[in-house]
């Protein structure tokens, strides 16, 4: 079992930021992708951004690619999703996931997930 926790949610106006993390605790293996989700209300869960944690690759959605960006700290076994440049349409429960394997913006190919966390961005 892995699990993960977010943190780094809240409230924040039009062209601002926030820093999401994910700490992963539990069950690891030796080569596998942390992905970003996020789901708006009344909307499907999208793909935002992923890092495969032994070379670092990463890869973005067109909707967030040059605003967002995301990172890891092997030593703390934690992600981060810098976001800048907010804009009322990326408010959404942001959530973290894992999956054992490369890198896929198939939320159904990722094997855990955390509780999620709350991002408002006010017009």
């Known amino acids: 079992q892995v699990q993960l926790v977010e943190s780094g949610g809240g409230l924040v106006q039009a062209g601002g930021s926030l820093r999401l993390s994910c700490a992963a605790s539990?069950?690891?293996?030796?080569?596998?992708?942390m992905g970003w989700f996020r789901r708006a209300p009344g909307k499907e869960r999208e793909f935002v951004a992923a890092i495969t944690w032994g070379y670092g690759n990463t890869y973005y959605s067109d909707s967030v690619k040059g605003r967002f960006t995301i990172s890891r700290d092997n030593a703390k076994n934690t992600v981060y999703l810098q976001m800048n440049s907010l804009k009322p349409e990326d408010t959404a429960v942001y959530y973290c996931?894992?999956?054992?394997?490369?890198?896929?913006?198939?939320?159904?190919?990722?094997?855990?997930w955390g509780q999620g966390t709350q991002v408002t961005v006010s017009s």
């Open positions: 996931a894992v999956r054992s394997g490369w890198y896929s913006l198939n939320g159904g190919d990722y094997d855990y």
């Open positions: 539990g069950r690891t293996v030796s080569s596998y992708t």
